[in-house]
């Protein structure tokens, strides 16, 4: 099975910074990964696609990179409004692994 | 608008059964591969199960193979979770994500339930 893994498992950032998130499967996954946000006591949202495709109304702040084994998330100007655990998924194949997920707060 | 909305959670003992429905509207349903997703209290996202359109294809997680059984009636737009020899660690609310487009079968989950909570305690 892939393994999905996320880096760091939290952060604490200032308003107006740039985050990044890794993360990095067990093996080669082509651009099969999407990132999701969930918000504190939400439903977990759709947020990038295809490793870097922004989902339709999703803030331009958002964009993902990465091919193969490593991908990154990056939020160019934090808001209190990204205050979320964000999650990797590999969707290759079955299992549809998650990663352990991030936990971005504001300093 | 796309419409998800799970029902059927609720406490049982370890070792018992629940059976979880997802109702779905405002898209062809049987046109999308459907999936279960489950989220530990304070823990992170678990994928359980998925369905292909006309159940040919079915996937479940290691933890839940031989126990858990998805299933879906396309004419009632509505995706099942028959969940048996429930355990402890089976407790989590339990999402129900349709995929995000129609091709190919592995895809992204989008949108998501609101979830339904399974307590496995005696």
């Known amino acids: 099975d892939i393994q999905m893994t996320q880096s760091p498992s939290s952060l604490s950032a200032s308003v107006g910074a740039r985050v990044t998130i890794t993360c990095r499967a067990s093996?080669?996954?082509?651009?099969?990964l999407v990132w999701y946000q969930q918000k504190p006591g939400k439903v977990p949202k759709l947020l990038i696609y295809?490793?870097?495709t922004l989902q339709s109304g999703v803030p331009s702040r958002f964009s993902g990179s990465g091919y193969g084994t490593d991908f990154t998330l990056s939020i160019s100007s934090l808001q209190p409004e990204d205050v979320a655990t964000y999650y990797c998924?590999?969707?290759?194949?079955?299992?549809?692994?998650f990663g352990q997920g991030t936990k971005v707060e504001i300093k | 608008e796309v419409l998800l909305v799970e029902s059927g959670g609720g406490l049982v003992k370890p070792g018992g059964s629940l059976r979880l429905s997802c109702a779905a509207s405002?898209?062809?349903?049987?046109?999308?591969?459907m999936n279960w997703v489950r989220q530990a209290p304070g823990k992170g996202l678990e994928w359980v199960a998925s369905?292909?359109?006309?159940?040919?294809?079915?996937d479940y997680a290691d933890s839940v193979k031989g126990r858990f059984t998805i299933s879906r009636d396309n004419a009632k737009n509505s995706l099942y979770l028959q969940m048996n020899s429930l355990r402890v660690e089976d407790t989590a609310v339990y999402y129900c994500?349709?995929?995000?487009?129609?091709?190919?079968?592995?895809?992204?989950?989008?949108?998501w339930g609101q979830g339904t909570l399974v307590t496995v305690s005696s």
């Open positions: 994500a349709r995929a995000g487009v129609v091709v190919p079968l592995y895809n992204w989950f989008d949108p």
């Open positions: 405002g898209f062809t349903f049987s046109s999308y591969s």
């Open positions: 369905i292909s359109t006309s159940s040919t294809y079915i």
């Open positions: 093996q080669d996954i082509s651009n099969y």
């Open positions: 295809g490793a870097s």
């Open positions: 998924q590999n969707y290759n194949s079955a299992p549809r692994t």
